[in-house]
């Protein structure tokens, strides 16, 4: 059996046992998620409420194993569980709090903290008047197109390229 196999169905098993956490404390039977491995990018996941679907990052999940299963599976999880039982809410709002800590006992945490030098792809390098910011190839030909423009959320000056990029 393939290792990205066995991550899948460790993800299955983590999906069930957090289910039943949820069911057991509202003693309901919430609605089991699909689940694909279509995200790409950092993201590491994402809760599509609507479809109660929950796409991962297959190599995220492959990179990060346990880490991943044990905080970024329940996190989108307790998404489409707080939208089963709340409805449409802010999404990392005192509902989703709740559900992360105290139905499934795990902190509540926004982000995660993988390296996703991996996944992150090429970045370009723009100036503002306070630091250095890396922009993804979307946004700087969003901007070489003159669609956008950025703004630097702390010094409000608008973003200039400085000619460097990475892979």
């Not at 694909?36 to 993201?43: D, H, L, M, Q």
């Not at 990179?63 to 999404?91: C, M, S, T, W």
């Not at 197109?145 to 959320?153: D, L, P, S």
Request: aromatic content about 10%; charged content about 20%.
């Amino acid at each position: 059996m393939s290792d990205f196999r066995l991550l899948k169905m460790q993800v299955q098993r983590q999906l069930k046992r957090d289910l039943d956490k949820a069911n057991t404390y509202f003693n309901t039977i919430f609605t089991p998620p699909t689940v694909s491995y279509a995200v790409r990018g950092v993201k590491a996941g994402v809760a599509y409420l609507h479809k109660n679907e929950i796409r991962f990052n297959p190599i995220l999940l492959t990179e990060n194993g346990q880490d991943f299963i044990q905080q970024v599976v329940p996190h989108e999880l307790a998404h489409l569980l707080v939208y089963q039982q709340f409805g449409r809410v802010k999404p990392h709002g005192k509902e989703w709090q709740m559900m992360m800590e105290t139905v499934l006992g795990i902190p509540a945490e926004t982000y995660h903290c993988f390296d996703t030098s991996s996944v992150q792809g090429q970045r370009f390098e723009y100036q503002c008047q306070c630091q250095t910011h890396w922009l993804s190839i979307r946004r700087h030909q969003a901007i070489l197109r003159e669609k956008r423009q950025y703004i630097c959320r702390q010094c409000k000056t608008t973003l200039q390229f400085v000619g460097n990029s990475t892979l």
